[in-house]
């Protein structure tokens, strides 16, 4: 099983054990439905969770992948294999070629909002159709072009961004691009 987000909006709420429930909620859920173990994404930057909560909660990291990203994972059966991520990150890059392309699933609303205000952005102000892609099943999650599966902005070719951000960002990026 696979935590995608693990979020406790409001500071008042944070630090009061809240993240084990729901890790704790998880561990069990994946214990039922009998899986190998329960994975997790990790970072010290934005929109993830870093990998202290995970680690106190009997994760550990198994892989790593740029810029900083970690694969975390709590085994049921020590001898099952662990999971890894699909690297050529540069490479699955390339197969969008030219133009913008926002990348998105929908399990976050966050990735659609951000999603749909970076499209309006291009159009309006740099005159760009932008193709969006949806991911719908963990095997297009799997060969995205950054492990952060949810959201990522490319433009020919080249990662603008790695996860959700705004469209002044989106904007500031592209003017120093776009010159």
């Not at 809240?18 to 009998?34: E, P, Q, V």
């Not at 198994?62 to 099952?80: C, G, H, I, M, Q």
């Not at 951000?114 to 309006?124: L, N, Q, S, T, Y």
């Amino acid at each position: 099983m696979f935590i995608h987000c693990l979020w406790t909006y409001l500071k008042k709420y944070q630090k009061k054990g809240y993240g084990r429930l729901l890790i704790n909620a998880c561990i069990d859920d994946a214990k039922k439905a009998k899986t190998k173990g329960v994975a997790v994404v990790a970072r010290k930057r934005p929109w993830l969770a870093d990998s202290s909560i995970y680690l106190k909660n009997g994760f550990q990291v198994v892989d790593t992948a740029p810029p900083d990203y970690e694969l975390l994972v709590k085994k049921f059966n020590k001898s099952a294999p662990n999971p890894k991520f699909k690297d050529n990150w540069d490479k699955k890059l390339k197969k969008y070629g030219k133009g913008l392309t926002i990348i998105r699933a929908n399990q976050c609303p966050h990735t659609i909002r951000f999603a749909d205000k970076i499209a309006e952005m291009a159009r309006k102000t740099y005159k760009l159709e932008p193709r969006i892609v949806e991911l719908n099943t963990y095997r297009q999650a799997q060969n995205a072009p950054t492990p952060y599966t949810v959201f990522a902005v490319i433009y020919n070719g080249r990662l603008l961004a790695d996860h959700q951000i705004s469209s002044s960002r989106f904007r500031n990026i592209m003017n120093k691009i776009i010159k």
